[in-house]
């Protein structure tokens, strides 16, 4: 189903279309009379081969951009300032990147025809779009005036607090996006609402002055349902700098979105994901020949390990790894693994420092049930145990698990559940700081860590 606060979506791409068709067909006229001053007609310019390629080609090249750009997002909620200053830099940047693959060959008389060409393309570019989108945010604006669309919102917190922001959204001098669909005053730390009661997108935490496990315990309910989150935040807050607004109407909000990474870096992490693990697999498949053979006949058993780990939001899936313990090492019991454990084959020590038997889980990742870099996956059984003390460790599942992460190249391997929760501290530093950039880094150490032989053997 999809979401109040992307709606608007469709037509904002569309008229992101129309402008970049009408921006280039405006450019093209103006560089054959400005700039190579000559005179021709519509039949001569359907016949020029640059014309019709840039009608095709350059207004799908700019909505990629603008899809990777994060542009396609959360319309409902769009400062139209705000985007007239992201346009600019759109503009500003593609017209860089279209100027140096169309433009730079073009006939010219001097130098400065050059600046004509770029910054006429940039500027065109720019008014015309600009005047779309904001054609279009205006339009969504009103609608939200009326009441025609909005993003059904749940209010949770003390009653002044709820009060007070119902009260704001209503009479705000900007209409803003949210619609109150219902309210949940919690006068009691362990007060707890059921998702099921309510249908709703956003949820505004309203607690005050209330403490921080309270709050932090209702994040990470709602973060884990997809609900985008957002926090009315108190004194300490605003004077530390952890807060800036981002309106000057309304309740100042903190907003915790749901996603942690923008549409191009989840799909180069993906890409990045499924070539290295096919490459792993094709190129080392005689080394993993010859560990199989080798686990088969050093001890009694199968070859391979399966065990169901929580991945991503909570989802069971099988890891699969080189059997480096003795055959039925846990009889029924899930038991945590330990530096001395006398349940661990010879191989499967040599294997474990070297992290070879981790090696098969490269198909997991092929499969996407994991990635190469992201948290380790545990199980229920010691998750259960975890969240007890430490419930921020379900915030872990808002990433595919991974066969590296930052708790594995800081901390190493858990033989305990205490083990966990301090390598849960780097992990929850990865989520935080995710990007594409911090994957590599992460790769990088791991392989130095793989050379020198320093993998932990204690782990489960």
Request: charged content about 20%.
């Amino acid at each position: 189903m999809r979401k109040n606060a992307n709606k608007g979506i469709l037509l904002y791409a569309v008229t992101d279309y129309m402008a970049a068709l009408l921006s280039w067909f405006c450019f093209f006229l103006f560089r054959k009379t400005y700039i190579e001053h000559v005179s021709f007609s519509i039949a001569e310019l359907l016949q020029d081969t640059k014309f019709v390629y840039g009608l095709l080609l350059i207004p799908v090249c700019w909505l990629v951009y603008y899809f990777f750009s994060n542009t396609y997002t959360s319309v409902l909620k769009k400062s139209r300032l705000g985007e007239i200053f992201r346009t600019a830099i759109q503009a500003f940047i593609g017209g860089i990147l279209l100027f140096f693959s169309l433009m730079l060959n073009d006939i010219i008389k001097g130098y400065k025809d050059y600046y004509f060409l770029f910054f006429g393309f940039m500027l065109l570019h720019f008014f015309i779009t600009v005047f779309f989108r904001i054609s279009v945010l205006s339009f969504i604006k009103s609608q939200i005036g009326n009441g025609t669309i909005s993003i059904p919102t749940l209010l949770v917190g003390t009653k002044e607090n709820c009060e007070k922001i119902e009260q704001e959204i209503k009479t705000s001098k900007i209409k803003l996006p949210y619609s109150i669909v219902d309210k949940v005053i919690l006068n009691k730390a362990d007060d707890k609402i059921t998702l099921s009661e309510f249908n709703f997108e956003d949820v505004i935490l309203a607690f005050g002055s209330t403490s921080t496990q309270t709050i932090e315990n209702h994040i990470i309910y709602f973060l884990n349902k997809g609900k985008t989150v957002q926090i009315l935040p108190d004194e300490l807050d605003i004077l530390s700098g952890k807060f800036k607004t981002q309106s000057i109407f309304g309740s100042p909000l903190i907003e915790i979105p749901t996603d942690l990474m923008t549409p191009w870096e989840k799909i180069t992490k993906r890409i990045a994901d499924i070539l290295l693990s096919f490459t792993g697999l094709l190129l080392l498949s005689p080394v993993l020949l010859v560990v199989a053979l080798k686990v088969k006949r050093s001890s009694k058993g199968s070859v391979f390990f399966l065990q169901d780990r929580v991945g991503l939001n909570g989802r069971l899936f099988s890891i699969i790894k080189f059997r480096s313990m003795i055959e039925n090492a846990e009889n029924g019991t899930p038991r945590l693994s330990s530096e001395n454990d006398e349940r661990i084959t010879p191989f499967g020590k040599t294997m474990r420092k070297y992290r070879i038997d981790e090696l098969p889980q490269l198909w997991n990742v092929l499969k996407s049930d994991m990635s190469l870099v992201g948290p380790r996956p545990e199980r229920k059984f010691f998750i259960d145990q975890i969240i007890q003390t430490a419930p921020q460790y379900q915030l872990l599942q808002r990433v595919k698990p991974g066969i590296t992460s930052l708790g594995m190249v800081k901390f190493g391997y858990a033989s305990t559940v205490e083990e966990m929760h301090q390598r849960m501290r780097y992990d929850l530093l990865y989520i935080e700081n995710i990007s594409f950039l911090m994957d590599v880094k992460i790769l990088i150490y791991t392989a130095m860590i793989l050379w020198k032989g320093k993998g932990k053997i204690n782990k489960p």
